[in-house]
């Protein structure tokens, strides 16, 4: 029945919704691109003064600390055994094809999290929003609202949950031997202790933990890069000439290549797909736009930097004699083969860190919507028990179902995100507009436009 269900997924991918998701991703990132006149490119000095401008605020969540829930759950297990998969399954080529959609996807990122920004609600303590609040407020759609949200919740708090705690117990069973169900016991546990905490406490662990091991997993990696530094141009062109080979277009593989690229890219960084808008929505900042450019900013550390790590890592110890192993396990081989024990070791930890601090950024992101649709203590802590059970569950599951599930929901996910942001494409224009003209009269931009609306316990509903 597994292998049934397995084989569905994958007809759902591959035939039918893989090339809408790369057509809708390439299209809205062009747009904005264009639209928003290079928006991604122009301006690096002023992404990254906005991003510590303000790296601890003790009465609200700061912009660092939102772009940290942000990038807790875009660093994960896509960064590591996302891309092997990447390499094993469309060759290197497909590396480059996740570098385009990041590139483009950048735009997409700062459209999506500026409107998160301009449709956000105000709590109280903390602010809230996401493609759910601008769905229903600026598209005035309820129903598309409530579609998005709990298909939303379906993907990130559990079968997303699945697959980085699936990668998890596949590293430590590599490496350690422990078993699968021992992992997940632990990863249940260890996550309800973080969620039970609420968001401050979210935001604070993100804040720490993810700078310092994508530093880390950074440095190894250059080490890497380092000890085979008369190879890296001939691994950039093997990129380069796999992702638009001759061979594999007369074979006709080479779509697979662009959508396998597409798919790992996506779920890596989650340009477009609205996950990062329900984190920038938090933050306490002057205008939209400013969250907007710090947002970008992840797609870039995510992709052009982490991704990048792993595909160099794989690339320069050629995973070609490693047949037959792939997702972690085949990073794991690679980084061995060169540094050893310890190669080995630090890719069960990095994953281990990097896919936990997924698991809550994507349980806040689960947690987000669901206020959007009920606000109640008890269906609250119901929901944090799932979440703890689907944890668990991800440890034991089949390796191949687990990712196909992650692929389809992903990709209905973005579909209707990127309508959505398309739609509301004028208040992007408008508001990054406004914010360059109050740069040019000397001012620190304030938005005056539609502000944030207030809201009542039912959420303006």
């Not at 000890?227 to 593989?253: E, Y």
Request: hydrophobic fraction near 55%; aromatic fraction near 12%; glycine fraction near 10%.
């Amino acid at each position: 029945m597994l292998a049934s269900l397995s084989s569905m997924v994958s007809f759902l991918n591959d035939q039918i919704l893989g090339y809408f998701l790369i057509a809708a991703l390439i299209g809205c990132g062009v747009y904005f691109t264009c639209a928003l006149r290079g928006v991604q490119f122009i301006r690096p000095k002023e992404m990254g003064r906005l991003l510590l401008g303000g790296i601890t605020d003790k009465d609200h969540i700061s912009p660092f600390q939102a772009f940290a829930i942000s990038t807790a759950s875009r660093v994960g297990t896509g960064n590591i055994a996302g891309v092997a998969i990447a390499i094993t399954a469309g060759g290197p080529g497909a590396i480059f094809w996740m570098w385009l959609i990041a590139v483009l996807g950048a735009a997409s990122a700062f459209a999506e999290s500026t409107l998160a920004q301009i449709y956000k609600v105000h709590t109280g303590k903390n602010f809230r929003g996401g493609p759910a609040y601008y769905i229903r407020v600026g598209l005035r759609n309820k129903p598309l609202a409530i579609v998005f949200s709990v298909l939303f919740i379906a993907t990130f708090a559990f079968v997303f949950n699945t697959v980085q705690s699936n990668t998890i117990a596949q590293s430590l069973q590599t490496t350690f031997q422990i078993s699968p169900f021992i992992t997940g016991l632990i990863l249940a546990g260890l996550t309800g202790i973080i969620i039970f905490g609420g968001l401050r406490r979210i935001a604070a662990f993100s804040a720490v933990i993810v700078p310092i091991f994508a530093l880390a997993y950074m440095a190894v990696a250059l080490v890497m890069m380092l000890l085979h530094i008369t190879q890296l141009p001939h691994v950039l062109g093997l990129i380069i000439s796999d992702a638009f080979s001759w061979q594999k277009l007369f074979a006709g593989t080479l779509g697979a290549t662009v959508m396998i690229g597409a798919r790992r890219g996506l779920f890596s960084n989650e340009a477009g797909m609205g996950s990062a808008p329900n984190a920038a929505a938090t933050a306490h900042t002057s205008h939209p736009v400013k969250q907007g450019y710090v947002q970008a900013i992840g797609v870039f550390v995510d992709t052009l930097l982490i991704c990048s790590c792993t595909a160099f890592i794989i690339l320069l110890a050629d995973y070609t004699q490693f047949p037959g192993v792939e997702g972690i396990a085949l990073t794991q081989a690679a980084l061995s083969t060169e540094l050893g024990g310890f190669g080995n070791y630090f890719i069960s930890f990095s994953v281990l860190l990097f896919a936990f601090t997924s698991i809550i950024g994507n349980y806040y992101y689960g947690q987000s919507n669901l206020e959007f649709l009920i606000r109640r203590r008890l269906v609250m802590a119901v929901f944090r028990g799932v979440v703890c059970a689907m944890v668990f569950a991800g440890a034991v599951l089949h390796f191949n179902l687990v990712w196909g599930l992650a692929d389809l929901c992903m990709t209905l996910l973005a579909l209707i995100n990127i309508y959505t942001i398309l739609r509301l494409r004028k208040q992007v224009v408008a508001a990054w507009a406004d914010y360059r003209a109050q740069q040019a009269a000397g001012k620190d931009p304030v938005f005056t436009g539609i502000g944030v609306w207030e809201t009542n316990s039912s959420d303006g509903k």
